[in-house]
């Protein structure tokens, strides 16, 4: 009997998995389109974008995953740390999944992700527990999600269409992801005084301009491109 019970308790022990948040995304720099390169974009796309940005890892999950009583949502969850063979996800990004669950279950902190033969994606519990909340047909995706890191910034130049010879074109500034009201602008420019166009040091040349698109050369960005 003790022995049985000693099993258990190893048994249990086991299955408890402690949360990890120990995973940064790494900062890139960004500067697009390609200095001296020519482009062509529609009506409301960005022309240029300089910055920083990050990619993070992320799990894409298609279709509901049935794990024990919980249900793991379609949508994306971004990595948020990692120990061993387990990776530790949540709900996040561009379309953020969510974790449903009965009003008797207990609640969930993490998705996690279980390394090995077979691979399971399980729901872990508040009490770190993730016994009979796994699911091991792998119905997930790895991917990568555009993201930005605190203090990152951004600026963008928008195409807004024509009217005769002028051009319309918008400035957007973004910190931390959200735009900054206060330095946005937009601006005109007349194609019959100079097809060269210039705005907080970008400069690009207009190869052709209609309703619909834009096309043009990047002769300068903002600052000091990245190559």
Avoid at 41 to 51: I, K, P
Avoid at 125 to 132: R, W
Avoid at 200 to 215: F, M, R, V
Wanted: aromatic content about 10%.
């Amino acid at each position: 009997m003790k022995t049985i019970f000693l099993i258990a308790f190893s048994v249990v022990l086991t299955a408890c998995t402690t949360p990890r948040a120990n995973y940064s995304p790494v900062p890139q720099a960004i500067s697009e389109p390609p200095l001296n390169s020519i482009s062509t974009v529609s009506v409301g796309d960005t022309m240029l974008r300089q910055g920083e940005f990050t990619e993070h890892e992320a799990i894409f999950v298609p279709a509901a995953i049935p794990a024990g009583l919980y249900t793991i949502q379609p949508g994306y969850y971004l990595k948020t740390g990692e120990d061993g063979s387990t990776e530790f996800y949540y709900p996040g990004g561009p379309q953020a999944g969510r974790v449903d669950k009965p009003a008797i279950a207990d609640n969930w902190s993490n998705v996690i992700i279980r390394n090995g033969n077979p691979t399971q994606i399980c729901v872990l519990t508040v009490y770190g527990l993730a016994i009979t909340t796994c699911n091991s047909e792998n119905k997930f995706k790895r991917q990568k999600v555009d993201g930005f890191q605190r203090d990152s910034f951004q600026q963008t130049l928008i195409y807004s269409g024509k009217s005769g010879n002028k051009i319309n074109i918008a400035y957007r500034e973004f910190s931390n992801s959200l735009a900054r009201p206060a330095f946005n602008n937009n601006v005109e420019y007349d194609l019959s005084d100079s097809k060269i166009i210039a705005y907080k040091g970008a400069q690009l040349e207009i190869l052709e301009a209609t309703n619909q698109h834009i096309k043009f050369k990047l002769l300068k960005n903002f600052n000091a491109a990245v190559r």
